[in-house]
């Protein structure tokens, strides 16, 4: 079976775009918004945290997660977390890890853990001769002081099943598996109908503390 190395989309905001416009995907979602200073200020007020991220990029790069707290506001990036008085002094150090680059802000979710580290789950999907199929669901758990999963940033790969079984118990895996199946299949019909020759999907799933499952991104060069 030969896999098909497929059309690359490199922009998030293109194909989180098309993902919203379903109504069984969009409560999957998490709001979403390019960065703006307005914006980033709006969805604090609303959420308190959010994760800001490039528009272009993968392996965690340039990921930084920006909380509102009752002394202020603060950021962590990668395993340093700074703390501000003001959203301005914040917002002027944000800036300048961001590098002028795009960048789009996402509600920030939480995550169930494992042994108090984050963890979130990578769904491999490709196109062979004969259709989709699965390569891969796995989890991937933190570093411990780490808010990024990404295996390249010292997480920790198990199976899904391991993942959710210790993140939120083992009554639940055969649902969450599933449902991550149904969420890749009619994601991915909507992105081939719109973007014609893509071949291979990486889907970025993360299950919160309630048990809800949230599509984070969705990559067209997955490793």
Known sequence: MGEHQGRQLASKWAKTAVLRSNPQIAPHIPPTSRYTSENLRSMLNTHQMVVVKPVRGAGGNGVIKVSKTSGGYSYSYYAK????????????????????????????????????????????????????????LVGRIAKPGLFVTNICRGGTMVTAAQGIRRSIGASAVGAKKQKMRELTVLSTQL???????????????????????????????PQ
């Open 81 to 136: 977390t700074r703390s501000f008085t003001s959203f301005e002094s914040m917002k002027r150090s944000l800036d300048q890890c961001k590098k002028k680059r795009a960048y789009l802000i996402q509600k920030g979710i939480y995550l169930a853990t494992v042994g108090g580290r984050p963890i979130d789950y990578r769904v491999k999907y490709v196109k062979t001769d004969n259709g989709w199929v699965y390569r891969s």
């Open 191 to 221: 992105l081939e109908a719109k973007f014609p020759g893509i071949g291979q999907l990486g889907f970025d799933y993360g299950i919160d503390t309630s048990g809800k499952i949230w599509i984070f991104e969705v990559n067209t060069r």
